[in-house]
């Protein structure tokens, strides 16, 4: 199976601040096509995760332009250019190139 | 609005099986993939599979394959999973999800808010 590896397992930013989450696979994600399927997702507390990046660097309709996606192969970021109150919780990213689809184990967003 | 909605989790006990099911509405069901994602309590996401619009393709997580059944009735808008020879390690939220699949793009793009299972004497 593949496995992600998300850095840092906790960040600690204050509001305003821009912040970066790593998420390295095991194997390049992309696939024979040409195509990579990474996705990063937002879990607030006590709720259902939500989608906030599809394949690597698209926004998903809805979600503020702070938030960014980049990488390519087994190298991957998320950044927020300033972190908003709302913007607290567990960030996943998540490969849907090799099955099983596996996620990271998650970063966990706090105010400083 | 797209909307799920997880039920018939609760109280299990260990060897036993249950089903759950999952509500659609708000979107046409039958063009979509769905997902089935689980979250041990502290837990991160664990996929657990997917089923196309038809049913002729299901894929499962290995580990799980042997012990859950995913499948899907059209007519009612509902997909289930079925779940047997549960163990305490199969405690968790389960939710479903709705696959958006077209390349260059597979995700999921719409989440239920869950529901609990737990497998206890």
């Known amino acids: 199976d593949v496995v992600l590896t998300q850095t840092p397992p906790t960040l600690s930013a204050t509001i305003g601040q821009s912040v970066s989450i790593s998420c390295r696979s095991s194997?390049?994600?992309?696939?024979?096509?040409?195509?990579?399927?990474l996705n990063w997702l937002l879990q607030r507390p006590g709720q259902s995760p939500q989608l906030l990046i599809y394949?690597?660097?698209n926004l998903e309709s809805g979600v503020p332009n702070r938030f960014s996606g980049s990488g390519s192969e087994t190298d991957f970021t998320l950044k927020i250019s300033g972190v908003e109150a709302e913007d607290l919780g567990v960030y996943y990213c998540?490969?849907?190139?090799?099955?099983?689809?596996?996620f990271g184990a998650g970063t966990k967003l706090e105010l400083k | 609005e797209v909307k799920l909605v997880e039920s018939g989790g609760g109280l299990v006990q260990p060897g036993r099986s249950l089903k759950l099911s999952c509500a659609a509405s708000g979107f046409s069901f039958n063009d979509y993939w769905m997902g089935w994602v689980r979250q041990a309590p502290g837990k991160g996401l664990e996929w657990i599979g997917e089923i196309n619009q038809d049913s002729s393709t299901i894929n499962y997580t290995p580990s799980l394959k042997d012990k859950f059944t995913i499948s899907r009735d059209n007519a009612q808008n509902t997909l289930y999973l079925q779940m047997s020879k549960l163990g305490s390690e199969d405690t968790a939220i389960y939710y479903c999800?709705?696959?958006?699949?077209?390349?260059?793009?597979?995700?999921?793009?719409?989440w239920g808010p869950g529901t609990m299972v737990t497998v206890s004497s």
């Open positions: 394949s690597v660097s």
């Open positions: 999800a709705r696959v958006f699949w077209g390349a260059p793009y597979w995700y999921f793009d719409f």
């Open positions: 998540m490969q849907a190139t090799h099955a099983p689809y596996t």
């Open positions: 194997q390049s994600l992309l696939d024979s096509d040409g195509d990579t399927y």
